[in-house]
């Protein structure tokens, strides 16, 4: 057993049987001992927040990481805990602005496409339209270990998701679960591949996936755009209208141009809520980015 999943399995015992105040109170300090100790996660965390946040002094960024750390430590606390919620508890945790949105693109038949940041916690808002009639299909990179990647898989398959694992095969099978008019989540705001599409992000070139506008476009399924940030009461989730398929050009053009604009609107929310942003790996591609072979 690696200690990667050991740490994991000990986690999902211990935090998910503490009352709650302690849980998070220990998820929280931990958070804090992280930032002080400031490893490479952190510095990234530091710097894509610096990208947001160009003008702000260096105590105001220290704090920002600290409240940034804190609400990723949030994330997984709740990661571990979510299980034991009722249906209700899930329910009531969840503030929704703008689902009109959503429930319009859905009635039409064509299932949707919404694509999310690495923000808030994107499985509680999942497991939120499980609870309230709209399973949801996603798909999970394959990470190792195998063991906890199969644990992440069976706690979200636990919730009412569909996991399909990342592969050549996924995009295929998106756009056959669109045409049965479901409702498809994807976290989009990262990929470093060759196969991502270049965009400007706060000005500077980053690289985001093709898949969410590619689906719409092969299948003519409404895409939306979604955030999800931390409430003292739980999650609040707001949508933004259907990013139309541009009507001149070749497909590629057209794919640029929709997660382009998906970029500028995550751009909007992130500089209201840059700390629910858990992003603490590479996003731009400037600097010493170098391409994968």
Not at 135 to 157: D, M
């Amino acid at each position: 057993m690696s200690f990667t999943y050991l740490a994991y399995f000990i986690a999902w015992k211990i935090l998910g049987y503490l009352p709650e105040d302690k849980a998070y109170g220990l998820m929280y300090w931990i958070a804090d001992q992280i930032t002080k100790r400031n490893p490479s996660g952190v510095q990234r965390l530091r710097s894509n927040y610096l990208r947001v946040r160009p003008d702000i002094s260096e105590p105001e960024l220290q704090s920002l990481v600290k409240e940034g750390m804190r609400s990723y430590l949030r994330y997984w606390c709740d990661t571990f805990r979510l299980p034991l919620w009722s249906g209700e508890e899930i329910v009531s945790r969840t503030t929704v602005i703008n689902e009109h949105l959503l429930l319009e693109a859905l009635a039409e038949g064509k299932g949707a496409v919404v694509s999310l940041p690495h923000a808030g916690n994107w499985d509680h808002a999942g497991a939120y339209y499980c609870e309230t009639g709209w399973p949801i299909v996603t798909v999970a990179e394959h990470l190792e270990p195998e063991r906890l990647f199969k644990k992440f898989l069976a706690y979200r398959e636990s919730i009412g998701m569909e996991v399909l694992d990342a592969s050549a095969r996924s995009l295929a099978l998106l756009s056959q679960r669109l045409r049965q008019g479901r409702l498809i989540a994807l976290v989009a705001d990262r990929d470093l591949s060759k196969n991502g599409v270049d965009i400007t992000f706060f000005g500077y070139p980053a690289r985001m996936p093709a898949g969410p506008a590619l689906l719409s476009i092969q299948t003519g399924a409404p895409f939306l755009t979604a955030f999800v940030r931390y409430i003292d009461t739980g999650i609040e989730i707001t949508f933004e209208p259907i990013i139309e398929v541009p009507e001149d050009g070749k497909n590629s053009v057209k794919v640029s141009a929709m997660i382009q604009e998906s970029a500028n609107r995550l751009e909007r929310h992130l500089r209201e809520h840059v700390t629910d942003w858990h992003m603490l790996q590479r996003i731009w591609i400037d600097g010493d980015f170098e391409e994968r072979e």
